[in-house]
């Protein structure tokens, strides 16, 4: 196997996924966040609970900007603070009731842009997806085995 040929289709591979992305989410954001806001509560959703740090470092934005961000959401009373039992300094943000509501309608637009995108595919091929989806998860995306 010609590992550069293979990180270069990788690249392709990623700029793909990050363009298809933008497509399939742009739209769906509410009028009640901004970009950035709608960016965490997507990440809070499918990573929760998560911390400050985590926030920051997985979306690129500087603990300050994180926590301002943060605030501005908890005061819509999308998402929360909550304090770790074993460890009071530590504090974990998951969304509220208001937040998975929001980010509940967000993600069924979503699916349904992601379906209609899939509606000509063969069962065999969704479960070549799926295991691919699968692989590059375990293998590439998999951050546990750094």
């Given at each position: 196997m010609d590992r550069k040929a293979l990180f270069q289709k990788f690249v392709a591979f990623t700029t793909a996924v990050h363009q298809t992305t933008h497509e399939m989410t742009k739209d769906v954001k509410s009028d009640a966040v901004t970009p950035m806001q709608y960016g965490i509560l997507e990440y809070i959703a499918v990573s929760e609970?998560?911390?400050?740090?985590?926030?920051?470092?997985?979306?690129?934005?500087?603990?300050?900007?994180?926590?301002?961000e943060l605030k501005k959401l908890g005061d819509k009373r999308l998402c929360e603070k909550v304090t770790v039992a074993e460890d009071r300094r530590k504090q974990y943000i998951r969304l509220t009731e208001e937040g998975k509501a929001l980010m509940n309608e967000a993600f069924a637009r979503i699916e349904a842009?992601?379906?209609?995108?899939?509606?000509?595919?063969?069962?065999?091929e969704l479960t070549q997806i799926d295991s691919?989806?699968?692989?590059?998860?375990?293998?590439?995306?998999?951050m546990d085995d750094d």
């Open positions: 609970p998560v911390t400050l740090s985590q926030i920051s470092d997985c979306l690129h934005i500087s603990m300050p900007n994180a926590s301002r842009r992601f379906l209609h995108r899939l509606r000509h595919a063969s069962e065999e691919a989806i699968d692989v590059l998860q375990a293998k590439v995306f998999d």
